[in-house]
């Protein structure tokens, strides 16, 4: 086939930014990268999508992992008419080796188009393009190298973490080795659809939360301590010295409830009132840390808009120990699970779920105790559902 | 069974992560003191035990050939063991413990096109959706937009010179995959038209009552047209979400015409200081002008610059706004405040102001 010229996309090419262009042309030696950039260059000229809705396709016993993909174009678009994504689960921290990196390129050349996201927005490495006779294929090639399909559709979507305590001082539990547990535990949740939506969950170390989870997760576990910062008066001292930070103004004037005294030698926290926001210790590494009494927060409801609109997600345990093998978080999440199940309506996200139903009767259904840390204020309305029994 | 099906393993889940750890790592694990950030793009944790590793962030458009990533394997195997990472933001990290290196690694992959940045404060890689490479909701392509904003964001990459970190998300329908609805600056691509509907195929795709019931705000009616089972859209009631499309594919949204971008501020998901919140609307639309997107780029450049000549040490957008009020940032981004931006969903009232706590000035 000739190739078709693109120059639309050709001006992509240019400036300092890689371009993702020049990486579908680095592919576009087999022909459905090439297929890819002529109906790329269709949209570009039409400003309309030419990819229609997924259809049913996926590996043989598994409900998720595979998003059909078929083009409007087929007939001047052929090598792309079946493109569909395979998401396959990343390791913890999205650590690599090269000789890992080699073997899925390996089958991915064989049985795909070539093209990668590295990665996915919920945290899959994403093979993107493949036909439905290569699924199959492609699943026992992944398999055989020791890799394994992700979520999608209404399942535990796959859970992903930020690189914790393999690299950061201020990671307050094992974000990577409960990431790891938790997919293993759960990997018929991950691989069969059973729930009313998806359902993600996403672990941070600390309070300035790197994976977003406090935004994008069903479930949000954020590292957190309860006992003092850590501090080192004589790194303090260093800091003041170097003259690069205006401790007063920039650490002790910026902490959300002023609890930082900082007296041009010595800062004093009065670490009751601390809401472990993370800044001071942002702001001074070397000088300050998280407590030594370390676990997590639990919140739970985060979503984008669709459909009730977008929510962060609220805290329902306040702290929790962050040990192995988890049980206190897996009895919350069966428990939870069972009643959004039986209950959720058809593509409800459980955050929606508990805003329908209400708080209060979300925590007693799933057997826990309402706290005061749960919300921000008590109600001001007075229209009680008071329960007389 | 069959034979076949004896062997054939699944639910493996993923690889155990230990084996791709490098030996710094797997002996200072759980072990790290503290870390600085040299130079932009290089972070250096250093451990109780006095170990050092150090972290060379470079660029990429996220969606890599194997062409490339065979490449990032073959500098990782001459520059750090073959040990790397990527980001939450779809940056790459090669990860080593002589510092000697970092400076030959940091030259090789500039002069391979995979540029080192994106740490402190500045502007990192941009989350994204798939866009028209790969997704059927699209209202817009989202590789193409990203492209454009970080060439010409670009120098706020190699550099450290905003008050804070800017982040910014692009999502190219409501679904939002990205989540991009706390970012410092989001871009969103939004329909502006109700559905069209095919009546010949609906019957054929799609369930009348879940496609009744997927409407947020009940304005999809089931109907009969010329005798089929079908629906219709009351149109005053449509905000353009997309739900119905998702459930039904006889219900399309895509409009060359109408559908644009819309920019969103002062999100952030970090509990540092102010505790995480939504983006708000600054920008209702912009239209969808590839290749280069050159308003949307504007735009967004303005609001950068606006900002990081307005806004003090360690204030993340939101928090700049806050400060000084919506009033005065429409004043000093020029840009126009209208009837979009004040909410209408549920809920909105909460949005509205119920003091006289405003910031009056006899100039106007």
Known sequence: MA????????????????????????????????????????????????????????VRGYGGGVIGRYNDLPQEFPEVSEFHTVRVNQPSGWFYTSEALRTLCDIWEKHGSGLTNMHGSTGDIVFLGAKTSELEPVFAKLTEAGFDLGGSGSDMRTPSCCAGQARCEWSCYDTMAFTHDVTQTYQDELHRPAFPYKFKIKASGCPND???????????????????????????????????????????????????????????????????????????????APGKDRGATILVGAKAPIVEGALLSSVLVPFVKMEPPYEDIKELLNAMWELWSEHGKNRERIGEFIQRIGLGSFLEQIGLEPVPEMVTQPRTNPYIFYDLG | MSADATKRKTDIGPPHYEKFLPPVIKENYGKWKYHENPRPGVLVHVSHSGAKLFSVRAATPRLLSIETLRLFAAIADEFCGGYLRFTSRNNVEFLLADGSKVDPLVARLKKEGYPVGGTGPGITNIVHTQGWVHCHSAASDASGVVKSLMDALFPHFERMDLPAKVRVAFACCLNMCGAVHCSDIAVLAVHRKPPKINHDRLPKTCEVPSTVAACPTGAIRPATVDGKQSVQVIEEQCMFCGNCFTVCPSMTMADPVNDGISIWVGGKVSNARHEPMFSKLAIPYLPNNPPRWPEVVDAVKNLVDVYASNARPFERMGEWIERIGWPKFFKLTGIPFTKYHIDDFRHAGESYRRSVHIRQSSEG
Request: proline fraction near 4%.
């Open chain 1, 210 to 288: 790197c994976v977003a989870s406090v935004a994008r997760a069903d479930m949000s576990i954020i590292g957190t301590w309860r006992d003092a910062i850590q501090i080192d008066q004589a790194a303090v001292a260093e800091y003041a010295r170097s003259g690069t930070l205006d401790i007063h103004r920039d650490v002790a004037g910026r902490c959300p409830t002023r609890c930082i005294a900082y007296d041009g030698n010595q800062i004093q926290i009065d670490d009751e009132n601390c809401v472990k926001c993370m800044h001071c210790i942002n702001a001074m590494p070397k000088a300050l």
């Open chain 1, 3 to 58: 190739d078709r010229k693109t120059p639309l996309l050709d001006e992509l090419e240019k400036g300092p930014w890689p371009s993702f262009v020049k990486e579908i042309k680095k592919s576009a030696k087999g022909p459905m990268a090439r297929d890819l950039l002529g109906l790329l260059e269709r949209s570009y000229e039409e400003k309309i999508g030419h990819w229609k809705h997924g259809g049913l396709v996926g």
